[in-house]
């Protein structure tokens, strides 16, 4: 009976990664369609759509953003997924409300691009972006418990996953201080920290000994 | 010619769960979508921002809803999926009516957002909510009828099935008569109906017996 | 080099099959949303939401017809796709075309629904079905002439295939041709050919002879 | 500890894929959903809604152009994938940036479709092409260098790649300098070129010595 549930839990990774891929597709396509064009009567020449094209900088910095954080959590994830032998319904109820918070990221990301002067709505993202790090995080510690994961994970696997997502979320939280100065501080921040996590791992090609404490 | 056919069949299954994955995926993504934001013109300081933030409240709390009841349903489907052996056209097509359901949650949340005030709305809802019960029942009737289900499937495993989709059907109907008294009531019934389907599963661990009764 | 060719081909039929999926998925579950669901404005008693709600019946029958298209299309499609040993460039390109009519099937829809009272609308939409089922015909002819099918295909296969585009397409064309009648009686004779496509796999395990027939 | 570090990377691919084909699925389907269908009420007779229809002419053209590149960029990305033996992080982010290019897809195919008049948005249009093609060439220069590749691919492959990728681009630049002397010449040119790809796959049968050219 153990090997039965087994086999569906195992099987239940597979199409938690599908549905996890059909999320943060939708999500993704979604975030850049949230811009609002300029409307055709509002324009009648090549300089009037120039200029108003240019208005859109900063929506449009706050969409890029917004792809950069799903692109970082969806590879997060699927390093999870990929370490897991099986699941169980409990593992799987967290990654559904990861989902959700993916789900809820195409508003917020809206929300602040319609509101970009407001500190209320940088909360509210940074508030989607620790609702992603925790569930991501309580997913890991439970798979850990629960001794979900392979038997041939690198002993050092574990503490690496959880010291990546402490570090982000505190760099984050740092962003998010950084508007009692200014808003554009803030989001220029947590713009640059995304873009760490993007072009990063080329660094460890370089540096050796950095590169074995990352891959263990 | 039998074999040919069981091996369309086969496939049936994995394509079926890859539309189905992918059906999911989008109605959980445009639920929340359905939220209308505040517009930038209406709002001019962060207290106003924050006050036709609370006003959407209610909206946010039924679009939580339907996303626990699409992932409740998502979890049922495949539990069901993972036990099928092969797969025909009849149950592909009940599978389908299904899926229809699930396309119709983001109208029926929608429309409940709207008018939450309306019993109308309500009882819409529900009749969405017992279209996904009746169908993922028939299907299983379907499946053990067709001899579709594996041969290693533990005896009591159909019996458990029904009982739990009885059972969940049973308390949404409780929870629409709730409308009687309030409609804030009914709502609330059913998300904690939801909220129990998704923190169930962390009981059985502690009372052996009753784990015991739900994995056969 | 002719069998590295034949995996590459080979992995198309997957990816051909995963992208199908996705957008099926997509269209299926936006021709519900392009329902227009009463303004909460203009609405104040449980009656008025009754009528206005009543009065979205003929486009719920129009997206509704749509939906069983698209399943019935989906279908088709993967029982073509079950059958392929391999594929090309060609194939991959008819297949892309077929989905071209798939995204395109919300926006005829959407027209229907919006102008349900006029022939123009109708046209467009039949014109909308004639395209699908002369892409899928298209797919089979090049899948049969290029050697593309599994060898353990039954002798009968490639004719039940064309028999059944051919005279789905027949009744849709003489559906279409009702509406000189009254433009009801086309759209509910086409939901007529759509149901008995859905309800007709039952028919065979009664009569025998022609199951025998229809599986071929 | 290589080889987990392998298997990872291998399930990657997949899972880029099953993103990749999910991203692919949402801006096509959506694309034709730009189009903004003639208001009903702006409307009272078959001839009324024929003129109606006949003045989306430029967009729908514009729509099916964009379809025809999504289609042709997700051949060529799918070519790609087939032979790689693994990925990386760095290769997953440059997909990721293919990606995001491609959910800008629909957004610079509904500004050429409002401003078909003006050369800013053929141009912004054609730097979304520019960005497909220099991420996908970016992507198989690091599958090359990095050794990601198949051990079985021809000798021939990468040069092809390449060149096709070269040429196209050349084409789209060509396209985009003829709306010096008027934009249609520019959108019709573009589209004969998608066109050509498109079709193209038809002429090596009958000339087999390029037919190996193109094989290699």
Known sequence: MRSEYDRIAGQNVERLAALSDGIFAVAMTLLVLG???????????????????????????????????????????QTQLNHLERSDRDLTWIHLGFLFAVTLTPVSTALLADFFRYRLALVIYWMNLLLLGVLLYASWG????????????????????????????????????????AMLWSIGFIVLVQLNYVLAPRLPRRHKTESEGEAK
């Open 35 to 77: 811009l609002r064009l300029p409307a055709a009567r509002a324009v009648s020449s090549e300089g009037e759509l120039w200029h108003a094209l240019l208005g859109l900088r900063p929506e449009l910095l706050i969409y890029f953003m917004s792809f950069l954080t799903l692109g970082i959590f969806w590879v997060g994830q």
């Open 142 to 181: 439970h798979a850990i418990r629960g001794k979900l994961v392979r038997d041939d994970m690198p002993a050092g696997t574990p503490a690496a996953v959880c010291r990546r997502i402490q570090i982000a979320q505190g760099l984050y939280a740092l962003g998010v201080l950084l508007c009692i100065f």
